[in-house]
T-cell receptor
Framework: DTEVTQTPKHLVMGMTNKKSLKCEQH?????MYWYKQKAKKPPELMFV???????INESVPSRFSPECPNSSLLNLHLHALQPEDSALYLC????????????????FGSGTRLTVV | ELKVEQNPLFLSMQEGKNYTIYCNYS?????LYWYRQDPGKSLESLFV???NGAVKQEGRLMASLDTKARLSTLHITAAVHDLSATYFC??????????WGAGTKLIIKP
């Protein structure tokens, strides 16, 4: 299995809702990432988990809360989002967040298209 | 601070023509990645370039890396419509994070 699976593919939520994005990989990768991508822009790194521990938080607002229950799963919990948070949210994984990731690259999921109304 | 510049940002070309996308980066790095993205879709890994002088080819696409010049190129040979997409280059920084170029939107007209 060489895929990163993200669910749901599309999500529409109100500003008072609580929802979660899910990401799963079975490649034995030990680093997992959340990116946010706005239209016509490159991805922006949000969080990095390395060996199930949060290693990088790129000053993301607290209304985004990541969770890594095990080495295969990564969640992003959403609460009280704003319309400007509407974007494509991409999960990625790599061998690890150090040398392995650099040598073998990063595998991206298909993304969740989030719309906040 | 590592910066990555791609050019051109937009490219419209005819089928059958050749063209090159350039990716310049500002500090020492020897790991460079090329990705393709179709509208509304995720990122597809095209090439991982790991050393100076690396050259990789897949179909009509060929990528190269010159770490001394801090330059990578993505060359398209005899373009076909199916290659229309946005192409990103990205470079590893010293903290093993990807720094992305702005992307090149490529439109290939039949």
């Amino acid at each position: 299995d060489t895929e990163v699976t993200q669910t749901p593919k599309h999500l529409v939520m109100g500003m008072t809702n609580k929802k979660s994005l899910k990401c799963e990989q079975h490649m034995g990768h030990r680093a997992m990432y959340w990116y946010k991508q706005k239209a016509k822009k490159p991805p922006e790194l949000m969080f990095v988990y390395s060996y199930e521990k949060l290693s990088i938080n790129e000053s993301v607002p607290s209304r985004f809360s990541p969770e890594c229950p095990n080495s295969s799963l990564l969640n992003l919990h959403l609460h009280a989002l704003q319309p400007e948070d509407s974007a494509l949210y991409l999960c990625a994984s790599s061998q690890d967040s150090g040398t392995g990731g650099r040598y073998y690259g990063y595998t991206f999921g298909s993304g969740t298209r989030l719309t906040v109304v | 601070e590592l910066k990555v510049e791609q050019n051109p940002l937009f490219l419209s070309m005819q089928e059958g023509k050749n063209y090159t996308i350039y990716c310049n980066y500002s500090t020492t790095s020897d790991r460079l990645y090329w990705y393709r993205q179709d509208p509304g879709k995720s990122l597809e890994s095209l090439f991982v370039l790991l050393s100076n002088g690396a050259v990789k080819q897949e179909g009509r696409l060929m990528a190269s890396l010159d770490t001394k010049a801090r330059l990578s190129t993505l060359h398209i040979t005899a373009a076909v419509h199916d290659l229309s997409a946005t192409y990103f280059c990205a470079v590893d920084d010293s903290n093993y994070q990807l720094i992305w170029g702005a992307g090149t939107k490529l439109i290939i007209k039949p």
